[in-house]
């Protein structure tokens, strides 16, 4: 079964002390070491925003990844996202963080 999770916030680049959404999404996947891909258009590709998600992702039961869309990977971009379990795109502006 395919579905979309939508935050209206939260997760690990807003609440790194509290795992619970990212845990679930994970979760959702049904399996024991997902691929994850995380999609940091949104924020201009920050690499803070980068950062903070292999901080995470890093440290639980799965394969993370990122696909940046303002320098896109020389390979298939199609086929990268295909062989993902799940796919995280990440929100904010470019000026989260500043006040």
């Avoid at 924020?43 to 869309?69: A, M, V």
């Avoid at 995280?88 to 963080?97: A, C, E, K, M």
Wanted: charged fraction near 20%; charge should be neutral.
């Amino acid at each position: 079964m395919r579905q979309i999770i939508a935050l209206g916030g939260g997760g690990f680049s807003m609440e790194p002390e509290n795992p619970l959404l990212d845990l679930y999404i994970l979760n959702q996947s049904g399996k024991t070491n997902p691929k994850i891909c995380y999609v940091p258009t949104a924020t201009g590709d920050s690499d803070i925003c980068i950062k903070r998600f292999y901080e995470f992702f890093e440290k639980q039961k799965c394969q993370p990844s990122h696909l940046s869309l303002f320098k896109p990977p020389t390979r298939d971009i199609e086929g990268f996202v295909l062989e993902k379990d799940i796919i995280y795109v990440g929100g904010h502006s470019l000026y989260w963080g500043r006040g």
